[in-house]
C-alpha cells in the first residue's frame, strides 16, 4: 500500500488553494510512457512534474499502458487505460490526482458469498485467463458450456448469474455467454432438480468455464414443482417456463404414469376440459393452438388412449421449455403456445440404463457411447397392458363393452460429433394407438417424427443449426362388420426444413433464421374391405400447402436493467393445386343449398397464399436486485386449424389447412407481469396480466358432422375469440417443505357474428375450456433422506357445457333438444392428491438405484363431473347422467430403476 | 397378484344420474306427421321437462289437415282417434276427406296444415317419389356374452337389402316392424297379445352406399319363448324422406347412438320442416309425405337353430308388453 484517499484529502486541506484539475490532466506526454506498468509511469511523471498520486498498488498494479500517448495529455492517458474498469480519478487543487475504486462489484459479491452460505452451498473457486494479461474492470467474454454430471449431456435453460444479479441461460447446447469486468465475480449455476453450484471466480481475461451439475439426490433440494419458473427475476423471459422431468416423477400420477401434459395442466393459465381430454388450453386458446414440437418437428397428436396419458415418455426428455406469453419470433404456426421438447441423447462415455414398471405400463431405455465421447446412441421404448384396466371400466361404462386399449411409443437419438464445433444428430419418435370400440370398430392413429440436425459453431460468436425432418400423423378407423366393413384412413405428411443461427456481438444476441414446411394431407379415404360391404368408396381431394417463416430477433441489453427482445417473423402459406373450390352464389351464405358450382386447379397451381407479418417484443426492467418488471407483446398466425365437434379433441378430427373459406386464424397478446423474490430466493412470486384477442377461430355449426364432408365449409363458422386474466404464483424453494402455489382468474369468449346459421344467434358465449377460476397448490415435504411425501390439490371452475333442456317423442323416440352452446356449467371440480416416494441410496457411484412412488390420485374420491349426457330408455322421459372419469380413490404403485 | 386385483377394483369411472334443472323452458308444441300408402297420422305433444316422470301433454282442439298443393281441392282432414296419446290418424280407422284421395300420389306435393291454439303451423311441401325396393329380408343367428345384461344371450340379427332411385338429394328412411303374439293368462286378462317393436334406431340412407343397399341391420332379435312360441313377423318399409327430415333424422339417430358419448353428446337443435306461420309459437316437427313399400317375412319356431324352452305365460300382456293390443293386426294371418 502506497497512499490511500484519506491521505489524499489530508493532502487537500494541507495544501489549501483552489483547485483547477483541469492543467494537470492537460500535462503534455512524450511517448516514453509506452508499455509501461501504470505505476512506474506514476512515479517516473510524479519526478518530472509536481504532482501526486494516491492509489492502492493494487488497484493499478495490473494496468500496463500498451499505446504511446506522445503528444497527448495524462488525461486522455488514464481516461484510456482505466475504461471500462471500476477505477477513476478526482483531481485535487490541480497538484494531486486520487484514485477511486467503485466499491459496488466487490460489495454484491460479498453479499452474494454470504447468500450461498446462508443456503448451505459449498464456494468453489476457479480463475480464468492469464494474471499476466489482467486488466481490471475491462469487459470480457466468459463462456462455457453446462452439462448434467451423469448423463455429460447438455443442460439446456441453466442459468448463469453473476453476483445475484442480471444473468442468463443455457442454449440448446447447454452454452452461455455473459460479458463481465474482469476481476471477482460469484457465480450462480442453477436448474431445477439440480443442485445449484456457486464459483468464486477471479477473472482476468476472457475464456472458457465449463462446469457440470449434479441432479439433486435429495429432495430438500428439489423443487416441488416441475413447472417453477427459473430465476424469474433476472432471466427468463415472460411466461417462459423450464420444465424439470426429476421433479415430475416425484409427483403424484395418474397409474403411476409420470405425465408432461398434466403437469402442463398444473400452471396458471392453463387447463383442460376434462381428465379423459387430450392436449391442453393455454390462456383461452383451443388444443390445436398449441405448438408442441419434439426435436424441432410439430406433433399432431399429442396422448395416448384417448388423453389418458400423454404420448410422452419422461425419461426420454431431456428438457422442456413452455411459452405462453411473449412467444419468441423463432417460433411460429399456433397463436396460444409453445411446448419445444427435446429427447435424451446418450451419454458419451458410458452405458446406461433405466426403466420403470407400472400397473398399466412398463418402460426401458439404453443410452450409451457407440464411439467414446464421440458418437452416442439412446433408445427407448414404453408399453402398456392396459386392457385389465379397461376390462374394469367397461363394466361401468357400457361404450366400452369389449373394447381394447394398446399404445406403445419409442425414440431414438444418434448423435455423432464431427469435430469439436460440430455435431450431426438423427432423431426418430413414434407413437401409437390402438383402441377398439364396441368389439367391431377400431380406432388407430400414428404419430412419426424422422429428423437429421447440424449443430455447427461458425465462431465462439456465431453458431447455427440446420434441421431436415418429416413428420407424419395418420389414423385409420376400421369396421369389420361383413356387411359394412370399411377402411377410413386420414393422413397428413410434412416434410420441413429449419435454419437457425445465433450471432453475438457486443450487448447484442441476434438470432435469425428460415423454415419451411410442406403439407400433403389427405382429408378422408373410405373403402369397403370386405366382399359383401355395401359401403361405397369415398376419396376426399388432397391438400398440398407450403407454410414459411422467416424471422429476425434481437435480445439487447439497453442498461444494466432493462433488457429489450425484440423480433419479427414474416410467416406466409400457399394451398397449391391439384384442388376443386366450391363456389357459392353470393351473397347468399356458405350452406348447401347456395352450391352453385366449383372451380379445379391444376397440380402445382397456387389456389390461395397468405402473409403475416408477427411483430414480437419482450422487455425486462430490474427494479431492483429483489423485482422485475416484465411486458411482453406478440402476434402470431396460424395456418393448420383443427376441426373437431366435441369439447374434447379426439383421434379422428380433422386438422383442415387455411384455403379459400379457411381464413388463417391471428392472435394479438399483450401480457405485463411483476417477478419478486424474498429471503435470498426461498420465496419467489410473480402476477402476470395478459389479453388476447384472436380472428378467425373455427367453430362448428349444430348438428355438423365433419368427417368426409367435401363442402366442410358450409358446417363451420369463423369468428373471434377473446381472452383475459391474471395470473398470480408463489413458491418456497427452500427447508423441508417446499411448495408452490398459483391463482389465474382469465376468461375465455367466443363471438360469431350473425348470419344464416350461428352460434347463439351472434351473442359473445364462453368457449369449452373458459373455467375463471383456478387454483393449483403443490407441495414436497421431506420426511428423510430418502422419504419424501408430495401432493397436488386443485380447484377450477366448472367448464361450460351444452345440456338438454327438455325432451320430446317423435316417432316412438325420446329426444334430448339441447341448449344454446355453453350455456351452463358442470359442477366446480378440485381435487386431491397424494404420493409417497422412497428412493434409495443417495451414493453416486452405487450400480443399480431404483425408487418407489405410491400414488393416491383423488383422496377424497369426488366425483368430479367431466361431462353430462342423457338416456331415454322409455318414451316421454330424459334423465341426465354426469360421468366421472375418476370417480374414486385411484391407487398406483410405480417402481423406476436405472444402472 | 391378488393384492394388485383387489387394488384394482375400485379403479372405476363413475355414472351418476343427476337432478339437473334447466328450469324455465317453455316447451314447444311436437309435431310428427307422416302421410304415406299405409298411414295418414300426425301425433301431437309438448316437450317435457328433463329428468321429470312420464308426462305427455294433451293437446286438445287441435284441427290438422294435408293439403296437396299441386291439386287446390284436394284435402285430407284427420280427426282426432285416441284420446291418451293426442293422435290423430287415419290409419285402421275412419278417414275423413274431402276428395276421397287417401294415397299420396307421385308427382304430388303435399303440406301439413295444424292449427292450436290460434297459431297455424305449416310443413315445407313435400314432394312424393317413387322410393324404390325392398329386395329381400333375412336373419342371421349369433350368441354370446351380454356385457351389458350380464348374461349369455342369443338371437338374430335381422338383415335386409334395398334399391333405391338414383339421383341428387335423395334421401330415404326405413322402418322395421316385429310382430309377434304372446299367450297369456286368461285368468288375468286377454288370452294373447299382439305385439309390435321397432328398430333401436332410425334407419337412414348415407352418401356412402349407391343405390343398392346390401345387408343393412334392422334390429337384433333375443331369442325368447315369447317371441318365437308363435312365429315372429319382420316387415320393413322403405319411405322416400326430404333433406329436412333426413337431417333431422339424421341427427335423432346419431343421438342416439352417441348420447352418452364420452366426449360430448352431440346437440341437438334442429327444428324440422314444420313452421310457425305467425313466427312466434315454438315448434319442433317434421312431416313426410312417401309412398311405402314394404315386404314382410314370417320367421317360424322351426326356423331357429336351436330347441325353445317354455316359460310360464304371463299373467296380463297387455301390461308385460306396454304398447301391445289384445285383437290381431290386419295383416297377421
Known sequence: ?899 | MAWSRYILLILLACVDKTDFDSGGTAFPLIIDGLFSTKAAEVRLSRGYRVNGGLNYTRIPGAIVWIADTDDPSWKLILKEQKLSFYEYQAFNGTIYSYSGAVTPKAGHHYVLHVIVDSNEFVSLPQEVREPGSIDNIYFTYTSGFNRDKGVEEDGLNILFDATVPSGEDRHFQWRMFGTFSVLADPAAGPERCWVTEREDAPLLSSSAFATRYAGLTARYVPITFDRFNDRYRVEIRQYEISREVWEFTEALRFQLKNGSSLFQPPFFVRKGNVISLNGQANVIGIFTASIDVSRAIYIKRSDLPRELYGQPLPANCLRVYPGSVAYPPPFWM
Open chain 1, 1 to 899: 500500500m502506497r497512499f490511500l484517499i484519506p491521505t489524499a484529502i489530508l493532502a487537500l486541506l494541507f495544501f489549501g488553494g483552489v483547485a483547477n484539475g483541469q492543467s494537470l490532466l492537460e500535462l503534455p506526454l512524450d511517448g516514453s510512457e509506452q508499455d509501461k506498468k501504470l505505476a512506474q509511469f506514476l512515479e517516473e511523471f510524479e519526478r518530472k512534474h509536481e504532482v501526486k498520486f494516491y492509489f492502492l498498488d493494487e488497484w493499478i498494479a495490473p494496468f500496463t499502458i500498451d499505446d504511446s500517448y506522445a503528444g497527448q495529455t495524462l488525461g486522455d492517458l488514464l481516461e484510456n487505460v482505466l475504461r471500462e474498469s471500476d477505477l477513476s480519478f478526482v483531481v485535487v487543487h490541480d497538484r494531486a490526482l486520487a484514485f477511486v475504486k467503485d466499491p459496488t462489484v466487490e460489495i454484491t459479491r460479498r453479499e452474494a458469498i454470504v447468500a450461498a452460505g446462508r443456503r448451505q452451498q459449498s464456494i468453489e473457486t476457479a480463475t480464468v485467463g492469464n494474471p499476466d494479461l489482467f486488466r481490471p474492470g475491462r469487459l470480457v467474454t466468459l463462456r462455457g458450456r453446462i452439462i448434467h454430471e451423469e448423463d455429460r449431456t447438455p443442460i439446456t435453460g441453466a442459468t448463469v448469474v453473476p453476483n445475484g444479479v442480471r444473468g442468463t441461460t443455457t442454449d440448446r447446447e447447454g452454452r452461455y455467454e455473459l460479458r463481465l469486468p474482469s476481476g471477482r465475480h460469484v457465480l450462480s449455476i442453477n436448474f431445477i432438480g439440480f443442485k445449484e453450484r456457486t464459483i468464486d471466480l477471479t477473472l482476468y481475461e476472457g475464456g472458457d468455464l465449463n462446469l457440470s451439475l449434479q441432479e439433486s439426490p435429495v429432495l430438500l433440494e428439489e423443487i416441488v414443482i416441475s413447472s417453477q419458473p427459473i430465476n424469474e427475476l433476472t432471466v427468463s423471459r415472460p411466461g417462459q417456463l423450464q420444465l424439470s422431468v426429476g421433479a415430475m416423477k416425484k409427483q403424484p400420477s395418474l397409474l403411476g404414469e409420470a405425465d408432461l401434459v398434466r403437469q402442463l395442466q398444473s400452471l396458471p393459465g392453463v387447463n383442460t376440459v376434462g381428465e379423459a381430454a387430450a392436449g391442453f388450453n393455454v390462456r383461452g386458446g383451443s388444443v390445436d393452438q398449441n405448438l408442441v414440437l419434439y426435436d424441432g418437428l410439430p406433433l399432431f397428436n399429442t396422448s395416448h388412449a384417448l388423453g389418458f396419458f400423454s404420448a410422452f415418455y419422461s425419461e426420454a426428455i431431456q428438457e422442456m421449455s413452455f411459452y405462453r406469453g411473449g412467444i419468441p419470433a423463432e417460433f411460429g404456426g399456433r397463436v396460444s403456445s409453445v411446448l419445444d421438447i427435446r429427447s435424451k441423447a446418450g451419454d458419451p462415455e458410458r452405458w446406461r440404463v433405466n426403466g420403470g414398471i407400472g400397473l398399466i405400463s412398463a418402460n426401458l431405455m439404453a443410452r450409451g457411447p457407440l464411439v467414446k465421447n464421440r458418437t452416442t446412441l439412446a433408445a427407448s421404448v414404453r408399453g402398456t397392458y392396459a386392457n385389465w384396466y379397461l376390462d374394469l371400466l367397461k363394466n361401468t361404462y357400457k361404450d366400452l363393452t369389449n373394447s381394447q386399449v394398446g399404445f406403445y411409443d419409442g425414440d431414438l437419438r444418434l448423435e455423432h460429433a464431427l469435430s469439436n464445433k460440430s455435431k450431426l444428430s438423427f432423431s426418430y419418435y413414434r407413437s401409437f394407438d390402438r383402441l377398439r370400440v364396441r368389439g367391431d370398430t377400431t380406432f388407430q392413429w400414428v404419430n412419426q417424427l424422422i429428423s437429421v440436425r447440424l449443430d455447427q459453431m461458425f465462431s465462439p460468436r456465431f453458431t447455427g443449426s440446420f434441421l431436415l425432418g418429416v413428420g407424419d400423423y395418420n389414423y385409420t378407423v376400421s369396421n369389420v362388420q361383413p356387411a359394412q366393413g370399411f377402411d377410413l384412413d386420414y393422413q397428413v405428411t410434412y416434410p420441413t426444413l429449419k435454419m437457425d443461427f445465433l450471432l453475438t456481438a457486443g450487448a447484442h444476441r441476434l438470432s435469425f433464421g428460415i423454415q419451411s414446411t410442406y403439407y400433403a394431407f389427405n382429408p378422408g379415404r373410405l373403402r369397403p374391405t370386405t366382399a359383401q360391404s355395401s359401403i361405397r368408396s369415398v376419396t376426399m381431394e388432397s391438400q398440398q400447402s407450403l407454410e414459411s417463416g422467416i424471422y429476425l430477433a434481437d435480445s439487447y441489453n439497453l442498461t444494466d436493467r432493462l433488457v429489450l427482445d425484440a423480433g419479427v417473423r414474416l410467416s406466409s402459406f400457399v394451398q397449391f393445386g391439384p384442388a376443386t373450390v366450391n363456389v357459392y352464389s353470393p351473397p347468399s351464405p356458405i350452406e348447401e343449398d347456395n352450391l352453385t358450382d366449383s372451380i379445379k386447379y391444376a397440380s402445382g397451381e397456387t389456389v390461395t397464399s397468405f402473409m403475416g407479418v408477427e411483430p414480437r417484443a419482450a422487455i425486462r426492467f430490474s427494479l431492483d436486485n429483489q423485482s422485475s418488471l416484465k411486458l411482453s407483446y406478440h402476434r402470431i398466425y396460424q395456418y393448420l386449424h383443427l376441426v373437431s365437434n366435441t369439447a374434447a379433441v379426439t383421434p379422428i378430427d380433422i386438422w383442415q389447412p387455411s384455403n379459400t373459406f379457411f381464413k388463417p386464424q391471428v392472435s394479438d397478446q399483450i401480457s405485463v407481469g411483476y417477478f419478486r423474490d424474498f429471503k435470498q430466493k426461498m420465496y419467489e412470486a410473480y402476477a402476470e396480466v395478459f389479453y388476447k384477442e384472436m380472428d378467425n377461430v373455427l367453430d362448428f355449426k349444430d348438428g355438423a358432422e365433419l368427417i368426409l364432408n367435401k363442402t366442410l365449409e358450409a358446417d363451420l363458422l369463423q369468428g373471434k375469440g377473446l381472452a383475459y386474466g391474471i395470473e398470480a404464483f408463489l413458491s418456497k424453494s427452500q427447508g423441508r417443505l417446499t411448495w408452490t402455489m398459483s391463482y389465474t382468474y382469465s376468461r375465455s369468449l367466443r363471438k360469431f357474428d350473425p348470419g344464416t346459421e350461428t352460434i347463439n344467434n351472434g351473442e359473445t358465449f364462453p368457449s369449452s375450456y373458459d373455467q375463471p377460476h383456478m387454483l393449483n397448490l403443490s407441495w414436497n415435504y421431506r420426511l428423510s433422506r430418502r422419504w419424501s411425501f408430495t401432493g397436488n390439490f386443485a380447484y377450477r371452475t366448472g367448464r361450460p357445457v351444452t345440456v338438454p333442456v327438455f325432451g320430446f317423442t317423435v316417432d316412438g323416440y325420446g329426444v334430448a333438444y339441447f341448449s344454446g352452446r355453453n350455456q351452463y356449467r358442470i359442477p366446480d371440480y378440485h381435487r386431491l392428491d397424494l404420493a409417497l416416494v422412497i428412493e434409495g441410496s443417495h451414493k453416486l457411484k452405487k450400480p443399480w438405484s431404483g425408487s418407489w412412488t405410491i400414488s393416491f390420485l383423488n383422496v377424497y374420491a369426488r366425483r368430479n363431473a367431466y361431462s353430462y349426457f342423457f338416456a331415454s330408455d322409455t318414451p316421454g322421459k330424459i334423465d341426465t347422467y354426469q360421468l366421472s372419469i375418476l370417480g374414486t380413490i385411484v391407487p398406483s404403485v410405480t417402481y423406476n430403476f436405472k444402472f
